[in-house]
C-alpha cells in the first residue's frame, strides 16, 4: 500500500480493477480520490472547528504504520487535542480483498471534541447503485458534487455498493458503543468523474443539517473505530 506524506492511502486494486479511485488533484485545487481520515470533523462547521475535514487529513506522519499523529486546535479555536494512531492492513484472497482500517483516538487535553469521517472514494461504472438497509441509491441520480446524508439503522449497519466489475461491503465497528452514538453515510459523486465517495460519519444524534453531532471525549478517554471494506469480482461472491 502507498501512501502519501499525511497517511491519505493513493490506491487500492483488487487485481487489475481500481476499487479506490487513484487520488488525484482537482483542476480548481484540491483533491479527489484515495482514502483518508477526517479528523476532528467533517465539513466546515461554526466555531470550534475551523478546517474543512480536520487537521488529520494536513498533519504530516511517518510513512511507517502504524501512523501516529498529535493533533491540537490552533490558538483562536479550542475543540482541545488528540492523539491518533491508524493502523491499515490488507488480505487477499481468490477473487476477493479486504482493507482493515483501525483508528484509535485518545483526548490529551481536558475534553476533545470529535466527530470522525472516514473517507473512502470508489471507482465507479454506468449503473452502479448503493444499498443500506432498505434505502436503494442509483448512483447517477446523485446531484453532481453533493453531499446527501443518509442514517444507518445501527452504529453497525453495513453499506453495499455495487459496480458491474466488482462489490463493495463496508462496516465499521465502533468501540465504546455509548448511548446516543450515531452513524451517517456522508455520499456524493462527481458527474466529471467516474467515483462516489460513501463516508461513515460517527457522532451523536443528528443536528439541525442531519449530520452527527460531534463527541466530547475526557482527558484519555479513547474512541476506537474499525472500518472494514470488502470487495469482491462480480460473479465470484460467495
Not at 480548481?28 to 466546515?44: A, H, K, Q, T, W
Not at 446531484?143 to 453495513?158: E, F, I, M, N, Y
Request: aromatic letters at 8%; charged letters at 20%; hydrophobic letters at 35%.
Amino acid at each position: 500500500m502507498k501512501f502519501t506524506d499525511t497517511g491519505t492511502l493513493i490506491n487500492w486494486q483488487l487485481d487489475d480493477i481500481h476499487i479506490i479511485h487513484p487520488l488525484h488533484d482537482k483542476p480548481d485545487g484540491g483533491s479527489r480520490g484515495g482514502v483518508y481520515l477526517c479528523i476532528p470533523n467533517f465539513e466546515e462547521l461554526s466555531p470550534p472547528f475551523a478546517i474543512k475535514h480536520g487537521e488529520y487529513r494536513v498533519t504530516p506522519c511517518d510513512s511507517d504504520l502504524p501512523h501516529q499523529k498529535n493533533l491540537t486546535a490552533p490558538a483562536d479555536v479550542n475543540w482541545g487535542a488528540v492523539e491518533v494512531i491508524t493502523d491499515w492492513q490488507e488480505l487477499t484472497e481468490a477473487n476477493s480483498k479486504i482493507l482493515t482500517v483501525s483508528t484509535r483516538i485518545r483526548a490529551v487535553s481536558e475534553t476533545a471534541l470529535v466527530r470522525p469521517g472516514f473517507h473512502p472514494y470508489f471507482s465507479i461504472s454506468p449503473n452502479s447503485f448503493i444499498d443500506i438497509a432498505e434505502t436503494h441509491i442509483e448512483v447517477t441520480a446523485l446531484p453532481h458534487d453533493s453531499l446527501r446524508v443518509h442514517h444507518a439503522k445501527s452504529p453497525t449497519a453495513p453499506v453495499k455498493l455495487s459496480t458491474s466489475e466488482y462489490t463493495v461491503s463496508m462496516a465499521c465497528n465502533i468501540s465504546p458503543l455509548s448511548e446516543g452514538l450515531s452513524l451517517a453515510f456522508g455520499i456524493w459523486s462527481d458527474k466529471k468523474a467516474e467515483y462516489v465517495c460513501i463516508e461513515p460519519i460517527i457522532g451523536k444524534q443528528p443536528g439541525p443539517d442531519g449530520l452527527p453531532t460531534p463527541l466530547t471525549l475526557q482527558q484519555d478517554e479513547e474512541l476506537v473505530m474499525v472500518f472494514t471494506i470488502r470487495a469482491e469480482r462480480v460473479g465470484f461472491a460467495d
